[in-house]
Each structure stands twice: as structure tokens, then as C-alpha cells.
């Protein structure tokens, strides 16, 4: 599992939406949701290559987002999100 955040204007511009969209069309489950600083944080399960995949669309964001940065953190521990079924937007 992994852990991606992401920063700059990505609160209030459908941002979440966007990323569950990709997920779903990629397969990966997880959640996102709104963080304190006005970041974005996401919880995925995937492979390497589709984490890299996700980490470069999430740079594209939706039309009224502007991403600056993104990180990615590998979680020692898998966290276990909705039974493993679908991706969520936590709220």
C-alpha cells in the first residue's frame, strides 16, 4: 500500500472526484480524502508501475486543480480500506 500526497489547489476544485475516476479506471483500490493544510491525501493499493502511472495523471489533476507537488511513501503495514472493494472518497 501506498500513500500519496498531494499539494497545491486541489480543495474545492472536484479534485477527489478526479482521482477516484482514475482509480477506478485503473483497477486500484483505496480512498482519498481532504487533509488540514489544504492537501490531498490518498491511501492505494497497487503495483509500482500503476503507482507510477497514478502519480503522473495525478500531476494533470482535474481542469480546475493546480498540482505543484506530489509524494509517494510506501506503507510498511497494509491498512485495510473498505474490504478491498472499489476506491472511496472519504469525507
Known amino acids: 500500500m501506498f500513500k500519496i500526497n498531494i499539494y497545491g489547489k486541489v480543495q474545492g476544485v472536484s479534485y477527489r472526484y478526479w482521482f477516484k475516476n482514475m482509480a477506478d479506471m485503473m483497477g486500484i483500490t483505496g480512498c482519498v480524502y481532504n487533509k488540514n493544510d ?22 494533470k489533476g482535474s481542469k480546475l486543480s493546480d498540482v505543484n507537488r506530489v509524494e509517494h511513501y510506501l506503507l510498511k503495514d497494509t491498512i485495510s480500506i473498505n474490504n478491498e472493494k472499489g476506491f472511496l472518497i472519504k469525507y
Open 38 to 59: 489544504g492537501s490531498v491525501e490518498a491511501l492505494v493499493n497497487c503495483s509500482k508501475d500503476d503507482l507510477k502511472k497514478l502519480i503522473e495523471l495525478s500531476y
